[in-house]
Nanobody, 123 residues
Framework: QLQLVESGGGFVRPGGSLRLSCKAS????????AGWFRQAPGKEREGVSC????????YCPDSMPGRFTISRDDAENTIYLQMSSLQPEDTGVYYC????????????????WGQGTQVTVSS
């Protein structure tokens, strides 16, 4: 069974940093494209990271926050989202997603999704 499980969410003060993890099981994450998304309260889900392709290269739409960086550890079969200078508007549920076709991630149409991890930024 193909599965993605996020972790690392929590409460952080404005200006703080947080690293989210997304561990894959049932498939090799480095054979898929992957990315991170966020759904803030009352808003639609949006992409917050570059799309990391299986080759290791990434495609970054202009709208991506420069404060967020996606990376991958093939040995751990895990992708990460390093977030810095967090602000209250970064609050939301963060999801990782994977698909064999990178363009589906750009369209928010990925085949595989994690269950999400809550990030709350507040003073």
């Amino acid at each position: 069974q193909l599965q993605l499980v996020e972790s690392g969410g929590g409460f952080v003060r404005p200006g703080g940093s947080l690293r989210l993890s997304c561990k894959a099981s049932g498939f090799a994450l480095n054979t898929y494209a992957a990315g991170w998304f966020r759904q803030a309260p009352g808003k639609e889900r949006e992409g917050v990271s570059c799309v990391l392709e299986s080759s290791g290269t990434s495609y970054c739409p202009d709208s991506m926050p420069g404060r967020f960086t996606i990376s991958r550890d093939d040995a751990e079969n895990t992708i990460y989202l390093q977030m810095s200078s967090l602000q209250p508007e970064d609050t939301g549920v963060y999801y990782c997603a994977a698909d064999s076709k990178p363009f589906r991630l750009l369209r928010d149409e990925a085949e595989y999704w994690g269950q999400g991890t809550q990030v709350t930024v507040s003073s």
